[in-house]
């Protein structure tokens, strides 16, 4: 069954950047889609960014021009590299996959199968 792996959650102050990792582990095939949501206190899963094969990358409108998602060189690997970070940006990180279905709205966290275990980012002023 494929499980998704996270890394590179941390503090920093407005204005700093992190990098996001996430790898899929024991898969058979490709997924469809991969993205990152984020879900902060009190508020609902929010649809980051997301790939999709032959669609290219979509990105929310709070994180266009700051945000930015690729696919690294092994299968099922994405990266979110986050610059010009806000305190609004805190939030628990969650990458996730569609494996063998279809996906119409990216952006929807239910239109995904498989979830990381979330990573914290944390942003101060």
């Known amino acids: 069954q494929e499980q998704l792996v996270e890394s590179g959650g941390g503090s920093v102050q407005a204005g700093g950047s992190l990098r996001l990792s996430c790898a899929a582990s024991e898969y058979a095939y490709e997924a469809n889609c991969m993205a990152w949501f984020r879900q902060a206190p009190g508020k609902e899963r929010e649809g980051v960014a997301a790939?999709?094969?032959?669609?290219?990358?979509s990105y929310a409108d709070s994180v266009k021009g700051r945000f930015t998602l690729s696919e690294g060189n092994a299968e099922n690997t994405v990266y979110l590299q986050m610059t010009n970070l806000k305190t609004e940006d805190t939030a628990t990180y969650y990458c996730a996959a569609a494996f063998g279905i279809a996906t119409l709205d990216p952006l929807r966290w239910d239109q995904y199968n498989t979830w990381g275990q979330g990573t914290q980012v944390t942003v101060s002023s």
């Open positions: 790939i999709c094969s032959g669609d290219g990358t």
